[in-house]
């Protein structure tokens, strides 16, 4: 490829190489999941904010045309916000695309990652509570010496 000093074309260098870094992401650790969310992110904030430029490009040029001498060029201005509309609609679709790979690493933490921090919590707290003798410290539950539940005895 020769470089001619296009911007568009390092911006779409740019996204071509996400594209490539999504595709070539394995999910065999949850490092690949978060990696995989990262990349549609970006994909999606890219993709957003160039389809949303574009349609306020195109709403721009479109609304330019002169019609008919008896309309003014206001049925253009209509039609333009019309064409321009869908391409908005996109880039609608683009950020959720975004939002979608970030909505599904907080599901995959909820779902997976805190129930495993959660049991090994859990299990922590049970290696450091055995049962069995122990001196000063009251049953659970018990009242334990008379008078120190705050109960007449």
């Keep these: 490829m020769s470089d001619d000093g296009d911007s568009g074309e390092k911006l779409g260098s740019n996204l071509s190489q996400l594209i490539q870094q999504l595709e070539k992401i394995e999910f065999t650790t949850d490092r690949d999941l978060y990696q995989y969310a990262r990349i549609l992110r970006a994909i999606g904030l890219e993709l957003h904010m160039r389809i949303a430029m574009d349609a306020d490009i195109v709403g721009a040029i479109l609304a330019q045309y002169k019609g ?3 309309t003014f060029g206001a049925q253009s201005k209509v039609r333009a916000m019309l064409v321009a509309a ?10 959720v695309l975004g939002l979608s790979g970030v909505k599904m690493y907080a599901s ?9 921090i959660e049991a090994e919590r859990k ?5 450091a509570k055995k049962p069995g003798f122990s001196i000063g410290d009251k049953p659970k539950g018990a009242a334990g010496r008379p008078g120190e539940s705050g109960r007449a005895a």
């Design 68 to 70: 008919k001498w008896w």
């Design 108 to 116: 995959f933490v909820r779902h997976f990652i805190q129930p495993e």
């Design 123 to 127: 299990a922590r707290e049970g290696k």
């Design 86 to 95: 869908h391409l908005k609609g996109g880039a609608s679709a683009a950020k």
